[in-house]
């Protein structure tokens, strides 16, 4: 299930896509059990949003899109400013409407937001990786291949779920 958030928007609009075909491959190497997990996409690309969306849907997971930094901070309203307990993982672009992504997740973390967050961009890493590191991030360097995204999210997910903290081990 995929719900979009826009800034105009009071509701979430859920669409629904379709569902794996299989098991999920990482599903035989999982130690810990996978609970039913929820990202939050923030990608001011409509169309780079809608395919990482159906990544993760395709994958099993819920995901919640926001378009832009107002629509990502009325998720964390939403949430009650528990945006920790209401997702699992927070992928953001760099370059999102009205600020960038990383100033975005510095007000998230200033608000004590610990949800494990990518970072996508295709600036230096060598200037966002110190700045990443402060904010308990993580980069994925654009262009990047989906496969990456993917492989990346669920080590994430089951570092969080397992108790290994936010960073794959």
Do not use: W
């Not at 896509?17 to 409509?46: M, Y």
């Not at 997702?87 to 975005?104: C, M, N, R």
């Not at 402060?134 to 993917?150: G, T």
Request: aromatic letters at 6%; glycine letters at 4%.
């Amino acid at each position: 299930m995929v719900m979009h958030f826009h800034a105009t928007d009071v509701s979430a609009h859920e669409s629904h896509r379709p569902a794996p075909v299989g098991p999920a491959e990482h599903s035989q190497t999982v130690p810990c059990a996978r609970t039913l997990s929820r990202i939050l996409v923030v990608e001011n690309d409509r169309v780079l949003r809608d395919l990482i969306a159906d990544v993760f849907a395709f994958e099993g997971y819920f995901v919640t899109e926001a378009s832009d930094e107002e629509s990502l901070l009325h998720c964390a309203r939403v949430a009650d400013n528990r945006i920790d307990e209401q997702f699992d993982l927070v992928v953001l672009g760099l370059q999102v409407d009205g600020a960038l992504g990383v100033e975005s997740l510095a007000r998230l973390r200033a608000a004590g937001c610990r949800t494990p967050a990518i970072v996508l961009s295709a600036e230096s890493k060598y200037r966002l990786v110190p700045r990443l590191n402060e904010l308990d991030a993580m980069l994925l360097s654009k262009p990047f291949a989906f496969e990456n995204l993917r492989a990346l999210a669920n080590n994430v997910i089951h570092a969080r779920q397992c108790g290994y903290g936010a960073r794959p081990t």
